[in-house]
């Protein structure tokens, strides 16, 4: 885990170096301040010799002014170092996510991924600069000072010995019962995180059935799940303070009645009583902001392992070596195709499917829910890898190809048309970087989108909200229809893309597809024999087995179950 982890630092490894520098001349600085403290009090203060308090107190000055310059510096590169840290980090999630399969992406939720990317990378970046810093500062100012403290009377320092062991048992019941809570939380926000994620995506739903009581009520139990899980992680913590300040306590009163003893019995003079003491209260310190780094990755370990999780996921899906990059045309043939999205045998979605299509052919797949359709589809364009056998575009078996290549000859067209918040022309192309505008036009003709473009006042200029909420239904799909045309891909998939246009309209589409697009091999799912009925061949799927193959007047005949569906429909329309 680690090992990845401190890759990310690659571009900001002086900084961190600098800021580590920097805290250890600021710890020596402040480590050197006692001595002279002690020099000012017996050689000035107690002498009543004004010169040496001149010329010790202008020493005291400098060294302070030096220390704070290098605090200054210490925290200077500190902020670029975890920050940039942050950067490299996010983007190296961000990168290996786009690189994951379906299967991959499957094995995590949005939310979860967002938390990720937000709120885990927030805490492991904080955590790296306590590193740098603090986790630096304390075990240094730990050393010098109990080396200057021994200096000055060896047997008085002995008093620290007592305190360390009873730190490092405190801190550890501080940590084993705080952490699982810990981890418990960011689960916990990954679930908050969903919940504000659909309710906003469904917030037209939610106030169309009077139901904001109830998305409130169970915004309210995750988020009331978090605050008990973090309020009673954080009084475990809690915890640390008081620890800390009893025993820097109990150790000063025993330094300050052991070391007046001393000073009665003329062993110890008053200025190294006073740097004892300061010292006592510096090794204290750097024991309790060591305890606080502690604290800090206990909290940032398990987000830490969250983000590993993401970078140590490689996709299942790659190129060989030597793949070929160009599909010469439009065919496709399943060859004793079995699959299953759990990679098990006993959850198979398709079963043993035999299928050949042409290139240019016009392919109808019908079928109730559930019944294997976009699992079907989902393999031409290897979204997925075949449980067994083979899918071959283009007479060649598609885990042959390179993906990039593969997925720009085959373009799908979702029943959930995805746009994005921008001009109807940048949306346009996603489809094709370099499309002129009249490319568009063409495109958005054949898919029925330009009259409703055109009706606009900034006509393809005109501005699409996040996720076209200011389209209906029909626009945005006739406009994701639009875009993968303009992809001119060898294979155009439909996959319930026309539900929300009107039969019209949707005639006009499958119309245009015949007479502009002769050369692409067209395969629309449909649940309407009618956006089917004129394809060159029907397949009729149920339960991932494919229950019959012909045109649309073969299987009136054959298929029992097509010729359900028809009459079933007919009577609808009737």
Known sequence: MLQNLRKQTKGYRLPSFLTSLFMILEVVMDVFIPYLMANLIDQGIDAGNMERIWYWGIILLGCALVALIFGVLSGFFAAIASTGFAKNLRQKMYYTIQDFSFSNIDKFSSSSLITRLTTDVTNVQRSYQMLIRIAVRSPFMLAFSFFMASRLNAKLSLVYLGAIPLLALGMFIIISHAYPLFVRVFKTYD?????VQENVRGVRVVKAFVREEHETEKFGKVSDSIYQDSSKAEKIVAFNSPLMQGLMYISLLTISYLGARLIVSDSMTTGQLMSFITYTSQILMSLMMLSMVFVMITISRASAFRIEEVLSEKSDLTDKEGAITSVTDGSIDFEKVTFSYTKTEDKLCLKDIDLHINSGDVVGIIGSTGSGKTSLIQLI???YD???GSVKVGG???????LSSLRNAVSVVLQK??????TIKENLRWGNLEASDEQMIAACKIAQADPFI??????YDSHIEQDGSNLSGGQKQRLSIARSILQQPKILILDDSTSAVDTKTDTHIRGAFRNELKETTKIIISQRINSVKDADMIVVLDEGLIQSVGSHDELLIHSEMYREIYDSQSREEA
């Open 454 to 459: 055109q009706s606009f006042p900034d006509g």
């Open 396 to 402: 060649q078996d598609v885990r042959d190809y390179q």
């Open 381 to 383: 364009g290897r979204l």
């Open 386 to 388: 075949v449980f067994s």
């Open 191 to 195: 679930k908050l995180n969903s919940v």
């Open 417 to 422: 048309s995805v746009l994005f918040s921008g």
